[in-house]
């Protein structure tokens, strides 16, 4: 005989992970404290961070 393999459902927290917010977009965007300006080529720079996914994007004013 040969062996069996027992075949997991998989959870709820993973099947939502493929359908979360950030993926389509929807980010939670907060402005990163630590250092809150930078300058880049001559402009005021601000660092936001997405809390649920952890994505970092950079804004020029």
Aim: charged share 30%.
């Amino acid at each position: 005989m040969s062996n069996i393999l027992q075949f997991k459902k998989p959870s709820l927290k993973k099947k939502a992970k493929e359908k979360t917010l950030c993926s389509n977009g929807f980010h939670k965007w907060e402005v990163v404290t630590e250092n809150q300006f930078d300058t880049r080529s001559g402009k005021l720079v601000t660092a936001y961070y997405c809390p649920r996914c952890g994505k970092k994007k950079t804004k020029a004013h």
